[in-house]
């Protein structure tokens, strides 16, 4: 591969429109464009943003449609593959339409694809978090491994305070417990859930999703969900149990040397997700955005010597964003050391380790 | 004691206007009255249903506020007391307030009072969940004791779950994550959160909460907690671990013949709050209440042949009533058989055992 | 028509299942049973209340589904017409339906009908609401009309407000703005926005639909909308010019006497929605309904003579259905003075005139 | 006054910290520092941002319980008064205070001060808002007056939208109806309402507040307002008759041409106030902050050949910024052109045109 990995988002919707601001700012890629199908003012922000958009459907109808609506649509996105004008195709199409766009379009023009949470992991049989397993990801792709896909937020979460965990003590058990946003901010107007809490089935599919990025590296891992009445950022609780003692201090220097964790303390004022969120935004990086997992540094306790319970804030919208550029650099192998990937991703989104 | 208890409730609020009902119910209870101290819509509707309406504090400017705003004030709670009209007050007036009124009012009249969850254990020295520590009330109020403090909702839906567990099983530890409604519907015009998660400080303080109860049976026990952003119904997820093997048939048998506790099933489409609201609403009893503690049957998963998750709304208006009333029959001695004080109770309240 | 007029009502939602309990409350009328085609937990509570189920579809495999489920269906809703088993049905089902039951039952079967607020004017060619024009009803009824259509809940709110200053004052213009609630609290587990308000398109369909009961009798008229963030209750502003001198008296006298109209005031701390709802639970009747318009009395303004302005509360789930009974005597014409039936069917459901 | 415009900010909350960032982007302003009392997250983050931070209040123990905090103080309000380091402070203190802060340090100091929107009109004898009156503003400096009062986010918005109208057309009758988010998204932890629509009393204090702007140019105003159940962005209706036959095209043109407006389409998918936020934050200017005043075009609705019905989202947040720098310009005197202001801060604060 010469110069600059060549990248297409493919799916320009709440965590699409991140992707394709971030490998913008990566000086080792280059934003082919954008495709998406629908006509409303979501692509026309795209188009406000200088990015150039194609249709991610072959049918000349909906090219024509997304037309009259007024987008300059540059061609499909099957003729940039046919073309090999693509290297990776970041594909943040609603879930299960990855694995369609896989078996029509990436198997057949042998493009690389890095497919969302919202697909399988048998879709791209690897699944990944930066910090976990980079180097998995590069022999993968050592061996001609042309998929990757990035773990939801909340797995991406849990798997970097698990591995905060894992890399430094012996863990022998851990419970999980999610209190989710029911819908993205931007889906209030036609969907979500009102003053109510509604489960997952018990137990939720979250702990088998997380070992499809750690495997056996805690043997005992079980995870609860519910979906809570409010529209940004999940909540975790964490309750772990060592085969060893730990003490508070220890624990609280693990997560603290952490990539893309960060403490945030009750007796700051800092009481809840709201006030999380207007610090995110206080911050001052575009959306809001922050890509690292805040923990409550003054509620990490540790019970009986060989325990200890977390309680965490997942920014939903962002904190896979840097995931996805790391894996196109382990993916077509342009970065073959896990922490320069992740540093230099780090330093282009301006990713905070203090938030205030 | 001859004929009836008489009882008075002070604190016309949401639980106490529902205490009031309740002992209006009962064969065995008079109701002597209500006292509060405003004067708006809520004690005007206590008017409007006949209870005869005092005033909790003796000070005659307050008298005379209620009496202007139309409300016909009979007297004041302290005259009551004096003539020694009453032989139990259930105090619900708000957190805190308890342990003022025991001071000032209770000891002095040496008249018997019940607390609600808002006031310390120490306030009443006597925590009560009928089906887990009728007996010790018993005890106590034979040996002079005057005092008793109901349990918060929360705590005393984890109480008649737990006793079903541990009194068929060897528990060896138990942690519960509580999702709680952020405010009462009725106060949701002034007060509440929106739009976030806000966590307890961890671990919270409803495992030690349920100690006051159920003492030494789960020796293992910590809870954690947050509020949505909900007004009605608490939430609660449970793991538990025992001391020996279990099929998840013994925990169904052991919940299903547990008094106060109901199942629901996500296969009936019961699959939240909202769901489990509507039903209530449609049993037909007064303001929707049901008392009893809905359980998800299909949700109850075991793992490893020794440890149970489970997944419960908590009624939060409502599920203390009927240990409120089996109070006032252990604190008098009027009914010295447990079994027979909830099966009068959920008689007289037609507490469902089944909800569809 | 001998005896009493018997009733099928098909569709147990949240209107359904209420008109069926209102009707099977009335001395003049016989609930034969209730008809729908789910199988969830909504059924199985009509058959805890002993109301006999018929499946609303005449595909055997449907009612095998219900079966199924657990439920003792007793036939089909078609079979029941085709005995000639039922004088009127009342048509619940989801928006739209009506219409195609109508043109492949009713029609066919020459039964009569009643259809609610989510089928259009034409369907009945008839729009009621019994303090406006139950004569018209009746006329038409006697002219073999066979169908009506109940107008939504908040059609109905309007046209008894309209109603009382039409029927006294020369109403020249009237604007309404209506905070409509999201979903039904029953939706809230599936449905609903979140954190948001969204507008109707502007004019909104109220005023046009106001028309299809009072005609003409407001010459100018138009509506605006906005969905809230909120489960219960539409919240109702009315801007009206009368063509005469009006006073601030007229007009509450003129609200006070006329049916199924309620008074509120701020200064008895009904700030509110949620405090109404809170009353409407402590009133007691099955599932807190109370059928009337709360109108805030003491925010009755009148600006420069002859304009006022008014708020109301639209008990959504509810105000509807003393109307449906209404219809049904309007429509078998077994009473012929409006006043007679309102006034039967206010006592029969115990419908307060005073709420605290 | 030579050089830059010294400018302390006090009170460093939703308002006072946009206009810290809004004053520090301004060519010919300096941004001395920023006052406030409180020791949190909040004024953490005014120091990450490089801010020099004073202590609001004169009392020692305040400014030691900060630095002890870990903030570095550099000293008092009052000290920088005395000391002339300020030609005007803008007071976004809680509503209330700037009347307080007046008496006690503003008048004592002869120092200018902007207040905002929860300042009484009386508190500055000047309401501003740029369009509408930077003249007035310009002729009382000229005269020595040194306060002015920025209108509230609600008052600001309508202000601009009858601006472009009244200085196109005669109005004769405006009617307002508001519905308020609840509370800022930042007091979502603690505040706010639940599941509930608030009137405020009918009718509000909208109209009355615009009139100390824009004072007679409409002479039949009146307005209704209600809190929603929701956090971000006021939603507004207008309806506006006109002493002259008017088109819907001469009230697009001129709400178009009117500074600070915007139009959004529904058409475009832009359904309800979710969208215009999501909008906002692509946008990508800090915190998601536009300043201007979304307007639905495709329902701006002409009634009758002289009424217009107009749909708008109000964004509180930040709306009121760019009228803040505008005042601090005009009551020093270093800007006598309204239009070359408003353009300046335009600029200065990348306030978009059109949305998407």
């Given amino acids: 591969m010469n110069g600059k990995v060549k990248v297409l ?16 700012l990566q000086d080792d890629m280059e934003l082919v464009g954008v495709a998406d199908v629908v006509s409303d003012w979501r692509v026309k922000m795209a188009q406000r943003k200088g990015y150039t958009v194609y249709c991610s459907i072959s049918d000349p109808k909906r090219t024509e449609a997304m037309k009259e609506a007024g987008i300059n649509v540059a061609g499909t996105l099957e003729d940039l593959l046919r073309q090999g004008a693509v290297d990776v195709v970041i594909d943040c199409a609603p879930a299960g339409f990855g694995v369609k766009n896989k078996e029509a379009l990436y198997d057949k023009y042998g493009v690389k694809a890095i497919f969302e949470g919202g697909e399988k992991h048998e ?36 798997c970097r305070i698990f591995h905060a965990l894992y890399s430094h003590f012996k863990v022998k058990r851990a419970r999980m417990v999610l209190v ?40 005992d891992l079980y995870s609860a969900a519910v979906k809570g009445s409010h529209t940004m950022y999940h909540f975790h609780f964490y309750d772990v149990i060592f085969d060893q003692t730990i003490t508070r201090e220890d624990v609280i220097n693990a997560l603290r040397n952490e990539p893309r964790l960060t ?43 060989n325990e200890v319970l977390i309680a965490a804030a997942c920014p939903n919208e962002n904190d896979v964003i ?8 382990a993916l077509t192998l342009i970065e073959k050391d896990a922490n320069r990937s992740i540093q230099k991703t780090n330093e282009a989104l301006k990713i905070p380790k203090v938030l205030y």
């Fill in 180 to 219: 989710r946003r029911a819908t993205d901010p931007v889906k209030g107007d036609t969907g979500g859930i009102m003053n109510t809490v509604v489960p997952s089935h018990l137990p939720s599919h979250h702990a088998p999703d997380v070992k499809t990025v750690i495997h056996d590296a805690i043997p």
């Fill in 322 to 329: 840097p995931e996805n550029v790391d894996a196109i650099r």
């Fill in 123 to 158: 879709t791209a049989n690897l699944s990944f978090v930066a910090q976990c397993n980079y180097n998995e990801a590069l022999e993968k792709a050592e061996g001609g491994h042309r998929y990757c896909r990035i773990v939801s937020c909340n797995t991406t979460a849990a």
């Fill in 263 to 305: 403490f945030v303390n009750s007796k700051d004022g800092v009481i809840g997700l709201a006030a999380i969120i207007e610090i995110s935004r206080d911050i001052g990086l575009p959306r809001g955005d922050i890509y690292t997992i805040p923990i409550w540094e003054d509620f990490i306790t540790v019970i009986g010597g």
């Fill in 9 to 24: 988002l493919n799916g320009y919707g709440v965590i699409g429109k991140r992707v394709a601001d971030a490998v913008a």
